[in-house]
């Protein structure tokens, strides 16, 4: 049933209405046992939800909304391989790529044995690669899926990294980008990595077709040592040169493809034992993700409080700021991952929604983000759910920094609840303004994969109740095919049928 004809869509429109006046400093004085309520255990990740709008009653509600909207069913479907991304006609099934060998019987028994021998092979090359003193620089040439994952990964566990290695993201078609990383680079020291899921995506080939043409004009022979290609269209690598390729399948969709072989990056910067344990972390989170009830999954009570806070608080943004310098990808990561998935205005039958979808994902790494727009969050006139992420133990000697940069977490989140009283109207924070803290003891590849798939799950918890189709992304076609159309009359000079601002600047451009 579409979420917004459901009871429980009603009882919860009502519920907002008693909860215009909510305060939380109130609701801490009223209930001693709020933070344990409102807090969650689930792999590698301790959450502490209390600090937002929401209560048991809304909760409550949420888990209502959950079991009309059929989510148990749904998240059921994508763990038994079925279609359930229905526009593309595919499976969606990146969580099998997190499953442990040999552990599925049935259908699935026979992608999974196909998963982890490509597993397999991707892990031993990626092990020749650290053994090769030659290669100084790893080059990953991809966009989107292809980008974000890897490189707010090998960032993120940069601590892990093998020594002696440079690793370098090029996704930009701006050529800036590609000649800043080459003016550094030696073709006999560097391996490029093609990753792009369809072979097509045209940033991606253009800068791989520019890498190739710089590794020959300086002299370099050996492309099957120096090009290696990550893709599901391996006939198209093959196209383009490359002799050896990874291959996934279509069911991965690309945003959620980082455990696939567009991993390699990832497992030759920190190894193959490394890789297994990202997986075995997200692993983890897929079985409490499926296996634990509603109330205490920690996914499903994230996932929900988006659709609370989209549909019924009226929010319409969450700002994430993860406290440890490693994630400074991650808010790009987790803007892809849930407007990608979730920006979305039909549901899966393509019929218009009457209901807000994605929330706009933006932030920074604190405490940077503090001394930029911080402001806006303690006392603009938009209320925007802070997503704090931190680690108890660092990896670092510095136990004073360490111990600043948990304070700040804590204490942005205190006082966004707090407030402090002024006469002076500048001087005064209205407080009540919620966050939520994702503590995890340390960022190790295990706990990274846990806190990437917890993030998967909430985005399919969100758009499950809204009813869409979280894993296709049609939005980015039209743009795509302009762009090439577009391309051409700045050859021809042609301008005809244009709007008249195009032509106009694209007369400028002449
Ligand atoms: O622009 C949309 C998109 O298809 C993303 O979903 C994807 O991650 C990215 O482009 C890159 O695609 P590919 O891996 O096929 O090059």
Redesign the pocket.
């Given at each position: 049933m579409r979420c917004d004809q459901t009871p429980a869509w009603k009882a919860l429109q009502e519920h907002a209405q008693t909860f215009a006046g909510f305060d939380l400093r109130t609701a801490f004085a009223q209930d001693p046992e709020r933070f344990q309520v409102l807090s969650q255990t689930a792999p590698y990740v301790f959450a502490d939800l209390s600090k937002n709008h929401t209560d048991a009653a809304t909760e409550a509600l949420l888990i209502e909304l959950a079991r009309q909207t059929g989510l148990v069913a749904h998240r059921d479907a994508m763990f038994r391989g079925e279609h359930i991304n229905t526009t593309e006609d595919r499976a969606v099934m990146h969580w099998l790529l997190r499953q442990p060998e040999g552990s599925l019987q049935g259908a699935l028994a026979e992608p999974l044995a196909l998963v982890h021998g490509t597993l397999k092979a991707m892990l031993a090359y990626a092990e020749q690669v650290r053994a090769d003193a030659q290669i100084t620089d790893v080059v990953n040439i991809?966009?989107?899926?292809?980008d974000l994952g890897p490189q707010m990964a090998v960032l993120a566990l940069q601590d892990f990294v093998i020594p002696g290695k440079r690793f370098h993201f090029v996704s930009n078609v701006d050529g800036h980008e590609l000649t800043g990383v080459l003016k550094g680079l030696k073709p006999d020291n560097t391996l490029f990595v093609v990753?792009?899921?369809?072979?097509?995506?045209l940033d991606?080939m253009t800068n791989a077709h520019s890498a190739l043409a710089w590794f020959k004009a300086q002299g370099g022979l050996d492309v099957a040592r120096h090009f290696v290609a990550l893709t599901s269209n391996v006939s198209a690598a093959a196209d383009f040169g490359a002799t050896t390729t990874f291959g996934f399948w279509d069911w991965v969709?690309?945003?959620y493809?980082m455990w696939s072989a567009i991993g390699l990056p990832v497992a030759i910067a920190i190894g193959s034992a490394g890789f297994k344990d990202l997986l075995a972390g997200a692993h983890a989170m897929d079985q409490h993700f499926l296996a634990t009830p509603l109330e205490a999954n920690l996914p499903v009570r994230l996932g929900l409080l988006d659709v609370w806070y989209r549909n019924f608080m009226h929010y319409t943004s969450r700002s994430i700021a993860p406290y440890h310098s490693g994630l400074r990808r991650w808010p790009a990561f987790l803007q892809?991952l849930e407007m990608?998935s979730n920006g979305k205005r039909v549901d899966r039958n393509g019929q218009a929604l009457t209901h807000g979808t994605s929330p706009v994902l933006w932030g920074e790494q604190g405490t940077n983000g503090q001394h930029a727009f911080f402001q806006m969050l303690h006392q603009g006139t938009d209320v925007v759910p802070l997503e704090i992420v931190a680690f108890k133990n660092p990896a670092h000697p510095l136990l004073e920094h360490h111990a600043l940069t948990l304070a700040n977490a804590l204490a942005q989140a205190q006082a966004l609840m707090c407030g402090k009283a002024d006469t002076g109207g500048h001087k005064h924070f209205e407080g009540n303004r919620p966050s939520t803290f994702l503590l995890l003891d340390e960022l190790t590849p295990a706990s990274l994969g846990a806190l990437t798939a917890l993030q998967e799950h909430r985005v399919f918890v969100s758009g499950s109740v809204w009813g869409i189709n979280s894993f296709d992304?049609w939005g980015?076609e039209l743009g795509?095919v302009l762009a090439q159309d577009i391309r051409a009359r700045m050859t021809s000079g042609d301008g005809a049928g244009l709007d008249a601002s195009t032509a106009g600047l694209l007369g400028r451009l002449r």
């Open positions: 991809g966009i989107g899926g292809s990753a792009s899921k369809t072979f097509t995506t991606t969709g690309g945003r493809s892809q990608e992304q980015v795509k």
